[in-house]
């Protein structure tokens, strides 16, 4: 088939190369010319695992190119994916459709007869009706249909090539029976299919990420209750997440969630569902939204009390800087706030990421950065574990020992070996997790 995709941001690239990988047509679209640029020369503009192999790959073998030019990719195809950004409004907690509403007005003109845009954008509920109607008075034999996009950093060209589901939203046999052509290699390896109308479709993308946020708010509420009673929210979570029906997965204590996604789409999804009257999930995820910002406010208390109430003149290393592992991507990063609270209260901050180092510089250009991990850390008299990249479970404790000023260290991620650590020497703390004495560290291994 021949397919375009417009924005080619994280979504649209890795879509875009996906498609072609699996022997679509695939034409590329978006307004800024230099990403094109780089783009047709192969070039990813995010990091993400297997991303440029992909790119290069499918733009040396012909089946993927780029263009600034909607109206070329309206006569290119009659299937256009839209997977433009929706970030928040300024001025509230509603999403920004303007690049989803500039798309579909710069498309309607050149569509050509029986055309299907597919909305791959995180949007409110209601978006897909609305943009049909204008759709269809433009071009009564055009469609729009609803495709969200399941993605995660880290692991997006996997869960594109072999996703845990496809869902559609779509008001015809003609749109249902195009998708199904499009996802063709997924279904016939067992991919789930669920064909919904346009508004479940569009549910069904901002109900999981709420979901999702709220088991990890969940377990961060717990983290303060675990504090207050000295337990250890660790083995809680371990515990509660060996019950089938609640799994362990976004069940990992710490700093909390961030990101270009979940904090944006839940904010977006309480305003709709204030704007229908529903306002009980508009409450819960007020909540859910407020114990995540609470985390980073907590993190930065503890570490304030691990350097006796005052961070003036103390020098802090920083683990981490992007807002997961396995990404470039600092939006919304808890890492970086919690290191840009530090320095505003006098702090002296170094900043290592194995990643996103070039993309914290430009959204935190006042902070300071250090390529390698000990140079971040020397001299320092805390360090804080801040996004649980695996490179920072490998360190070697002792020799990062010997380069600190002292050997005190917050885990806000409950993601380093603990026993190592002070084995090493290290005064290790972290949320929800009373301190150890000798003798709780001789019960180990004792059932």
């Excluded at 791959?120 to 204008?134: D, E, H």
């Excluded at 749109?175 to 290699?185: H, K, N, Q, S, T």
């Excluded at 360190?395 to 409950?414: E, G, S, Y």
Aim: glycine content about 8%; some cysteine.
């Amino acid at each position: 088939m021949r397919l375009t995709v417009i924005g080619t941001g994280y979504v649209g690239t890795v879509h875009a190369a996906c498609m072609a990988d699996i022997g679509h047509e695939v034409l590329g679209i978006d307004i800024d010319a230099e990403r094109i640029a780089s783009l047709s020369a192969g070039r990813a503009p995010v990091h993400e695992p297997g991303l440029s192999e992909l790119l290069t790959r499918t733009v040396r073998s012909g089946r993927l190119r780029f263009t600034t030019s909607l109206a070329q990719g309206a006569r290119f195809a009659r299937t256009h994916f839209v997977c433009v950004g929706t970030p928040q409004r300024p001025d509230g907690k509603a999403a920004d459709l303007r690049h989803v509403d500039a798309v579909v007005d710069g498309l309607v003109p050149h569509l050509r007869p029986g055309s299907l845009i597919v909305g791959k954008s995180t949007v409110p509920v209601g978006t897909a009706a609305r943009l049909g109607r204008r759709v269809a008075a433009a071009a009564s034999d055009c469609q729009v249909a609803w495709n969200p996009e399941f993605l995660r950093e880290g692991s997006a060209v996997h869960d594109t090539m072999h996703p845990e589901r496809i869902v559609v939203g779509v008001t015809s046999e003609r749109a249902d029976a195009v998708l199904r052509r499009v996802y063709g290699p997924m279904l016939r390896a067992g991919a789930p299919y669920f064909r919904t109308d346009p508004a479940t479709a569009e549910l069904v993308k901002v109900a999981s990420n709420s979901f999702l946020a709220a088991k990890i708010s969940f377990i961060n509420a717990m983290s303060e209750v675990c504090e207050a009673a000295g337990a250890d929210v660790t083995l809680l979570a371990r515990a509660i997440g060996a019950d089938s029906r609640i799994g362990p997965r976004f069940l990992a204590p710490g700093l909390g969630f961030g990101g270009s996604c979940l904090p944006k789409d839940i904010r977006a999804f309480t305003a709709r569902a204030e704007e229908l009257g529903a306002n009980e999930i508009a409450a819960l995820l007020n909540e859910v939204d407020r114990i995540n910002t609470r985390q980073r406010v907590r993190t930065v208390e503890l570490a304030r009390k691990l350097v006796d109430g005052d961070f003036s003149g103390r020098r802090i290393g920083v683990l981490g800087a992007s807002f997961k592992p396995g990404s470039d991507d600092v939006r919304d990063s808890p890492a970086l706030a919690v290191a840009e609270a530090m320095q505003d209260e006098g702090a002296q901050v170094r900043v290592h990421d194995p990643e996103a180092l070039d993309s914290a510089r430009a959204a935190r250009p006042g902070l300071g950065y250090a390529l390698d991990v000990h140079k971040a850390c020397e001299e320092a008299d805390l360090v804080l574990h801040l996004t649980a990249w695996p490179d920072y479970g490998r360190l070697d404790p002792a020799a990062l020992a010997a380069v600190v000023r002292r050997p005190l260290l917050l885990d806000a991620r409950n993601a380093l070996d603990e026993e190592s650590w002070r084995a090493a020497g290290w005064d290790l703390h972290a949320l929800g997790r009373p301190q150890r004495d000798e003798a709780d560290l001789a019960m180990d291994g004792v059932s």
